[in-house]
């Protein structure tokens, strides 16, 4: 079992991103996928949003909703995380795992660094 994410850069603030997480060794459809960011080292990681692709359910972190979007593709085993009207304060390293809750998530990426200048 491998997540992989890709897609983070620099942008400025007000600019959109999209990230993608790509499995192995599993169908995403068969799972929650939670889309998680560390704004620094040391500090613990946050929840973004998480997808359930076999109830067609997302959900999502107050301070991403209207913003942020997260869509699944079972063509290509991938989970994206759309990104708008980026600001500052979402500089972080975006990881996703399987799982909806930082506690219990296993599987994690090695996470993508996206920057958010002003």
């Known amino acids: 079992v491998h997540l992989v994410e890709s897609g983070g850069r620099s942008v400025q603030a007000g600019g959109s991103l999209r990230l993608s997480c790509s499995a192995s060794?599993?169908?995403?459809?068969?799972?929650?996928i939670g889309w998680f960011r560390r704004r620094a080292p040391g500090k613990a990681r946050d929840e973004v949003g998480c997808i359930s692709t076999s109830i067609s359910y997302t959900d999502y972190h107050d301070s991403v909703k209207g913003r942020f979007t997260i869509a699944a593709e079972s063509a290509t085993n991938t989970v994206y995380l759309r990104m708008e009207n980026l600001k500052p304060e979402d500089t972080a390293v975006y990881y996703c795992?399987?799982?909806?809750?930082?506690?219990?998530?296993?599987?994690w990426g090695q996470g993508t660094q996206v920057t958010v200048s002003s």
């Open positions: 795992a399987v799982g909806c809750n930082t506690a219990s998530a296993i599987y």
């Open positions: 060794g599993f169908a995403l459809d068969d799972y929650n």
